[in-house]
């Protein structure tokens, strides 16, 4: 297992988060980086879906992007580039 740093944000695009999971591949670090995050926010489970697309519309967060490994203070990094 690979540890992944996933970057999404909310459907009106006003709201970012970052989640640091483990998973065998980009697609399963997606999907859990999802529903931990809905589950945050919404205080339950993400529904069942079979692709990342149906979930990412099911819930209304996005993926804008995946890195391998852990990145800590990502947010702060993306604040300072968008700021530029």
Same mark, same amino acid.
Do not use: C, S, W
């Given at each position: 297992? =690979?540890?992944?740093?996933?970057?999404?944000? #909310? !459907?009106?695009?006003? /709201?970012? &988060?970052?989640?640091v999971t483990? =998973?065998?591949?980009?697609?399963?670090?997606? #999907? !859990?980086?999802?529903? /931990?995050? &809905?589950?945050?926010?919404e205080y339950?489970?993400?529904?069942?879906?079979?692709?990342?697309?149906?979930?990412?519309?099911?819930?209304?967060?996005?993926i804008a992007?995946?890195?391998?490994?852990?990145?800590?203070?990502?947010?702060?990094?993306?604040?300072?580039?968008?700021?530029?």
């Open positions: 297992m =690979a540890t992944y740093t996933v970057i999404g944000f #909310t !459907k009106d695009g006003f /709201d970012r &988060f970052t989640n483990q =998973a065998d591949d980009e697609q399963e670090a997606a #999907t !859990k980086a999802i529903q /931990d995050e &809905f589950i945050k926010r339950r489970r993400a529904p069942e879906t079979h692709t990342l697309a149906e979930l990412e519309n099911k819930t209304g967060l996005f992007g995946i890195l391998e490994g852990e990145h800590e203070n990502l947010n702060d990094t993306i604040d300072r580039h968008a700021d530029a």
